[in-house]
């Protein structure tokens, strides 16, 4: 199950929805990873 939904203005490139939700992936494990140090 998502934790998000990301929704993009209709006209992007294919590969822009995959490169927000890698920078999103990254992000979220980022801000998790600060929390368990």
């Known amino acids: 199950m998502p934790l998000v939904r990301i929704s993009l ?10 490169k927000v939700g890698a920078v999103v992936y990254r992000s979220f494990g980022d801000g998790v990873a600060q929390y368990a140090e």
């Open 9 to 18: 203005m209709r006209g992007k490139p294919a590969g822009f929805a995959q």
